[in-house]
Each structure stands twice: as structure tokens, then as C-alpha cells.
């Protein structure tokens, strides 16, 4: 009986753990496999991304006005600015696969100024892109939040400011070829790519209870590439409940009005019923160097109470390059031509010559050194901000990158750092 005892509690012997331990690796072989496989079907389901961009230089300007209308001073400035070349910025965007081709998606991200800490776009959290949407390959994207235009989403990508930098952009960024403006409270289509042919369409809701119309801004885009050719087209148009700036009850631009008008190029006419941008633009890559092309124009229609009457119009014109001299080097040169309308007597219309130069180094794949320039020259009459004809001013880029000057030229040369992440 003991004997059968301790046989019975006996330990397994070691032909037995052989045996038992190859069943366990077999076991876990064949398990492995199985949770690697669920593990991607879960990444492939749901992904949420951190990103951005920092950006900094020390920055020098010829000529800076301060101030108010009427009593303007200029003087030469240097200091550290930021977004010289790409607007600093960080985001989070996330996709889900919803089944049948389906997916949702969201992007929330935050422009700020790296020389104090501030956000940008008017102190908002999520100022420069804050949507929700759901889409598909085969029928496109719908977006619902504060988003760029379709125009911005077309002709951009085609624009100076996408290939030489902020410093690039038209004067005061008039056109909105730099992506100054937003939309609050908007929805946009944008269709999958047929065949290299994309279009899209934005609205956005003015808020204004009894009115449709007030406040409200649409923009259509289209874009067609084809091996080293692309071409984009769009158009924009907002409404303005703003009567004017005497009026205390007075709404604002339903696209962030926090830069359109904040340039001596066009805060004459901030007090505008209305504004429209038809653009276009097109580039060409032959290889080594890419070749730009680009028009726009903008016009401002006066209202009952604004300070000026009948409507404004601004044309520009513009041509730019980048070459890539050797891997981590890009050189790049751009020049617009910018030219104003007579209004309410100004029979001088505006005009602004605008040349910009840069080279880039890549120090890494996400690090790059750069040195970027830019002058402008104006001549002619405009409207200040109360709506008086004066002699225009130069305002190289727009309100990130350059501020207005008191004086006919205005250079600014910076040299600066820029990361991605």
C-alpha cells in the first residue's frame, strides 16, 4: 500500500517532461502566429498619430511699422520668430476601420508661437484644424468642424507657400494661398481620386438666427495630376455681418478673420458685405527642379454701411521654383506681381513687387537648417483701416511670418531651425 502510495504521488519522470514541455512549444508555435495576426487586424482597425512641426529663426526686418492708422512709425527690427518656413504646429489624427470599405476619422491640431508658448489663430486650442468625419476610398471624405476651404485644399498644394516657404506667400496673403483662413462650423465633401481627377465642396454655417446667408462661406475645388503635372483650381466666398467698424453690434468674418486684415495690403477693406477668391495654379516636376505657376483674384464688395464703396479687386500673378541641388539641399526662388483697383476716388492703384529667395539643408530626414529672404516694393494708393486713401506700404508674407511696414520696401532675412515629428 505505501508503495502504491508513493508511486501514485511520484514525480514525472524525465522522459514525461519531455514530452510535456515539447506539447507546451507546440502549443505556443501555434498560438503565437494566432495573436500576432489579431494583433495587426486590431492596428489595422484603429490608429491614432501624434505629429508636428517646430520651427524657429532669428529674423531680421528692414523696415516694421508701430502704432495705430494714422500715426504709423517704422523702424528696423531683429529678434526670433516663428513658422518661417512651416507654420509651427502639433496634431493628433485617428482613423477606425468601420467594415465595407468604410472608416471614421478625426484631426485636432494646435498652431502656436515657439518664442513664448502662446497659441495661435486667436488663442485657440485647436486653431488651425479641429474635424470629425467618415469616408471611404470609393466615394470620398465628409468632414464636419473648423477646416481649411476647398479652395485651400485644390489650389495650395500647387501654391508658393507649399514649396518656398512662408516668406513665399502673396502679399498680406490676400489670396489665401498660405491657408491663413479657416472655417468654423463647416462641413466639406472631398471625393476619392478618379483617375487622378479630385474635386470638393465646403460649407460653412453663419450662425446668424433668422439668416442663412449672413455670416456664411462656400468654397468648390478640383485638381487633376498626371505624372510630374498638377492642377488645381478653387474659388471661395464669404459673407460679412460686420456693417462696419463704427458698428458695436457688429458679427465677424465667418473664415478666422484673425489675419486676413491684419496687413496694410487689405485692412482697408475689412469692412467688406462680402469677399471672393477665384485662384489657380499648376506645377510641373522636371525632375531635379520643380516649376510653378499660379493666378488669383480677390475681390471686396462694399456694403450700406461700409467704409468704402462699390467693390475692390486685387489680381495676382506669380511664378516660383525649387531645385533640389543635391539630396539634402533645395534652393528655391519665387516673384508676384500684386495689382490693386481704383476705389472711392483712388485713381493710383496699388502695386506690389514681391522676390523671394532660400536654400534649405537637410541635417536629418526630420531636421533642417535654413536661410530664407524676401523683399517687396509697393507703389500707389490704397485705403488704411479707417478707410483712407493713403500711399500702400509693403507687407512681405502675411501676419505669421511678416508684419507691415510704414515705408514703400520692406526685406526681412531669417535663419532658422525647423524639426518634424
Request: net charge neutral; glycine share 14%; with cysteine.
Amino acid at each position: 500500500m505505501e508503495e502504491a502510495a508513493c508511486q501514485q504521488h511520484s514525480f514525472p519522470s524525465r522522459h514525461q517532461w519531455r514530452g510535456f514541455s515539447e506539447q507546451l512549444m507546440n502549443k505556443q508555435l501555434i498560438a503565437a502566429p494566432l495573436l500576432l495576426s489579431l494583433a495587426s487586424v486590431a492596428a489595422a482597425q484603429s490608429s491614432v498619430t501624434l505629429y508636428g512641426i517646430v520651427d524657429a529663426g532669428v529674423t531680421y526686418r528692414s523696415n516694421e511699422r508701430v502704432g495705430s492708422a494714422g500715426a504709423y512709425t517704422g523702424h528696423s527690427s531683429v529678434g526670433l520668430t516663428t513658422g518661417n518656413l512651416s507654420g509651427s504646429r502639433w496634431g493628433i489624427k485617428g482613423s477606425e476601420d468601420l467594415g465595407g470599405g468604410m472608416r471614421a476619422l478625426f484631426v485636432l491640431e494646435n498652431g502656436f508661437d515657439i518664442t513664448n508658448g502662446t497659441s495661435g489663430q486667436g488663442g485657440r486650442q485647436f486653431g488651425r484644424q479641429a474635424f470629425v468625419g467618415v469616408g471611404s476610398d470609393r466615394y470620398g471624405t465628409v468632414t464636419l468642424g473648423r477646416q481649411y476651404t476647398s479652395l485651400d485644399d485644390f489650389v495650395s498644394p500647387v501654391g508658393p507657400s507649399s514649396f518656398i516657404g512662408g516668406f513665399g506667400a502673396h502679399p498680406g496673403d490676400i489670396d489665401d494661398l498660405d491657408q491663413t483662413a479657416r472655417v468654423d462650423s463647416s462641413i466639406k465633401y472631398t471625393s476619392a481620386n478618379y483617375s487622378g481627377f479630385t474635386f470638393g465642396a465646403l460649407y460653412g454655417f453663419g450662425g446668424q438666427p433668422g439668416s442663412m446667408k449672413q455670416r456664411n462661406t462656400w468654397s468648390v475645388g478640383a485638381a487633376y495630376a498626371a505624372g510630374p503635372l498638377r492642377v488645381g483650381v478653387g474659388y471661395e466666398r464669404s459673407d460679412n455681418s460686420k456693417k462696419g467698424a463704427t458698428d458695436p453690434t457688429a458679427g465677424k468674418w465667418q473664415s478666422t478673420d484673425d489675419g486676413l486684415f491684419n496687413s496694410s495690403i487689405n485692412e482697408g477693406y475689412a469692412s467688406a458685405q462680402s469677399q471672393q477668391v477665384i485662384a489657380t495654379g499648376a506645377t510641373y516636376d522636371f525632375g531635379p527642379a520643380v516649376v510653378g505657376v499660379n493666378y488669383s483674384n480677390v475681390q471686396y464688395r462694399g456694403g450700406a454701411q461700409s467704409l468704402f464703396s462699390g467693390h475692390a479687386t486685387f489680381n495676382v500673378a506669380g511664378v516660383f521654383t525649387r531645385w533640389n541641388v543635391q539630396p539634402q539641399t533645395q534652393l528655391f526662388a519665387g516673384y508676384s506681381y500684386t495689382r490693386g483697383s481704383d476705389v472711392d476716388g483712388i485713381d493710383n492703384r496699388a502695386q506690389y513687387h514681391n522676390v523671394t529667395l532660400g536654400a534649405v539643408y537637410d541635417l536629418s530626414k526630420r531636421t533642417s537648417v535654413y536661410l530664407l529672404g524676401a523683399y517687396q516694393h509697393a507703389s500707389g494708393t490704397t485705403l488704411d483701416a479707417l478707410g483712407r486713401p493713403v500711399a500702400a506700404t509693403a507687407s512681405v508674407s502675411d501676419k505669421a511670418n511678416g508684419h507691415s511696414s510704414d515705408s514703400r520696401s520692406q526685406a526681412i532675412v531669417s535663419l532658422g531651425l525647423r524639426q518634424k515629428f
